[in-house]
């Protein structure tokens, strides 16, 4: 039988990992994500297995089963990730994010701004169920038109972010909606009935503080939006007729198509479009006059590699550029990386062994709650994904909540208040790397303005505090009444 590391032991492979991850940071800055931070996990990785392999006896094989379940598990959001880039590009080069910067740049107010993208996004993933697709696709369009009307590229990917993640949070149709009321044995609708309670208040006060943040409008606004419009005009064929793509997308959405088919079939609708109304920018991309192979080669590259399209302005090049399925590559080899270390870590039995420890220091409803909080944003750091991260936390909680009385419910809500929304905001987890890669800004740079995910946690504790509809089972003995009393 397998000996449990001590917690000291197992805490060493984390602290490992932050130190190299400062060194890279130091070393590379926001390129660190683009090697640095890989060698940093696998690194930690290394540290971890040494140590179980010298002083627990743990065989290699062990660790290899695991990295192969773990993999094998996001197999399925690597080919997500690369449709993704596939359809960024060809959203693009078509002219549908074109067309709805064009006319969202006029219809929208720089004060109403970030409340509006903040909404719109929460609508739409509410709506799909995901997040990584309301980002995809209106989000990378919001990103546009917030640069047109002088908005901080950062505090426009937050109010992106923000929104998404309350839509993926709040829907039936969200995947770790489902995953977080099934590890926890409690009804769908339940789980979503009971996080609204810190939710709402959560997501009211984003609201307000995007809307107040939008009152600063920049004297050049009237001048960038006329450069932005007239340089689209000039460049695509701008025509309502390539909204035809987000409808049909949002069709297959609302008939609950699986999202990498959804992915998919956009981008192919998209390179429709593309060869029909664009293939000036095709030709363009291909570096070659009009032709049948001109076209064909213009859309391959716009489907898997970086283009560039020349508007006249500089600013609006940069914003139009795409990297295609290329440009997740990072994305993908960081995700591996961070998948084995936190494979080793779980392998190993360190995971265990430093959330043991967190759960024996428990004594009050507040104590349990900011445990289960803090446990979720520590899997997300050392597992580097948020589904490893909702189902170990409700593992590991599940039967310290019943033997003190607690409903499901809680620890449902409060597994999400933490491991879902505070995934975005870790540089190497698979949210934060897949949201940074697709809006183009690094994690770090929008974290701050990232406010219902940096205020979820808080509000699932301050509800402990307060105790507002937390019940406790019936048949409670004394002792356990006795210790929520304290």
């Known amino acids: 039988m397998q000996t449990k590391p ?41 540290v971890c297995v040494s140590l179980s392999m010298t002083v627990y006896r743990v065989p290699w094989k062990v660790f290899e089963k695991q990295i192969k379940k773990t993999i094998g598990e996001v197999s399925i959001t690597l080919l997500i990730l690369l449709c993704v880039g596939m359809l960024a590009g060809s959203w693009m080069i078509s002219g549908i994010v074109p067309t709805l910067i064009y006319y969202g740049v006029q219809m929208m107010s720089p004060q109403f701004f970030l409340v509006s993208a903040c909404v719109i996004c929460a609508l739409v993933s509410l709506l799909s169920g995901s997040s990584w697709t309301t980002v995809a696709t209106i989000g990378v369009a919001l990103l546009g038109i917030g640069h047109a009307l002088g908005i901080s590229e950062a505090w426009t990917a937050g109010a992106i972010i923000s929104g ?57 606004t009237e001048l960038q939006v006329g450069e932005y419009t007239e340089g689209l005009a000039n460049t695509f064929n701008i025509s309502l007729w390539t909204l035809l793509v987000p409808l049909l997308t949002a069709l297959l959405i609302a008939r609950r198509v ?22 000036h920018i095709l030709c363009e991309i291909a570096g070659e006059p009009s032709s049948v192979g001109a076209l064909t080669r213009g859309l391959a590259v716009a489907y898997y590699g970086a283009t560039a399209v020349d508007t006249g302005y500089a600013q609006l090049n940069e914003l139009i550029s795409t990297s295609g399925m290329a440009g997740m590559l990072n994305t993908i080899w960081l995700i591996l990386c961070a998948m084995c270390f936190g494979a080793a870590m779980v392998a190993s039995g360190m995971i265990e062994s430093i959330t043991k420890t967190i759960v024996r220091f428990i004594h009050n409803r507040v104590g349990l709650v900011s445990s289960t909080v803090g446990t979720g944003i520590f899997l997300n750091i050392t597992t580097g994904d948020q589904f490893i991260s909702i189902v ?24 999400e208040d933490a491991a879902t929304v505070t995934s975005v905001l870790i540089p190497w ?27 979820s946690p808080l509000m699932t504790i301050l509800m402990a505090a307060i105790g507002w509809k937390i019940k406790k089972a019936a048949g409670l003995s004394s002792k356990v009444e006795e210790t929520e009393a304290v």
């Not at 932050?18 to 683009?34: H, Q, R």
């Not at 699986?258 to 293939?279: D, E, K, R, Y």
């Not at 949201?435 to 205020?455: A, D, E, K, W």
């Open 6 to 46: 001590h917690p000291l032991i197992a805490i060493i492979p984390v602290v490992v990992l932050i130190g190299f991850l400062a060194v890279a940071i130091s070393l590379f800055g926001s390129d660190s994500l683009s090697g640095g931070s890989q060698i940093a996990l696998l690194m930690g990785m290394a």
């Open 429 to 455: 987890n698979t949210c934060g790397m897949t949201q940074s890669t697709v809006l183009g800004i690094p994690t770090l740079t929008y974290l701050p303005y990232c406010f219902f995910n940096l205020l």
């Open 258 to 279: 699986p999202s990498l088919i959804v992915l998919f079939s956009s981008s192919v609708m998209a390179g429709i479009v593309a060869l029909t109304l664009q293939p």
């Open 392 to 415: 170990l936390t409700a593992d590991i909680y599940k039967d310290v909540y019943k033997e003190q009385g607690y409903e499901s419910r809680l620890l449902s809500r409060t597994t």
């Open 164 to 220: 998404a993640y309350f839509g993926d949070k709040m829907s039936p149709l969200s995947d770790t909606t489902i995953l977080a009321s099934s590890a926890t044995g409690t009804d769908l609708f339940v789980h979503i009935r009971y996080m609204m309670l810190t939710t709402g208040p959560t997501f009211l006060i984003t609201a307000i503080i995007f809307f107040i943040a939008g009152w600063g409008g920049s004297p050049e």
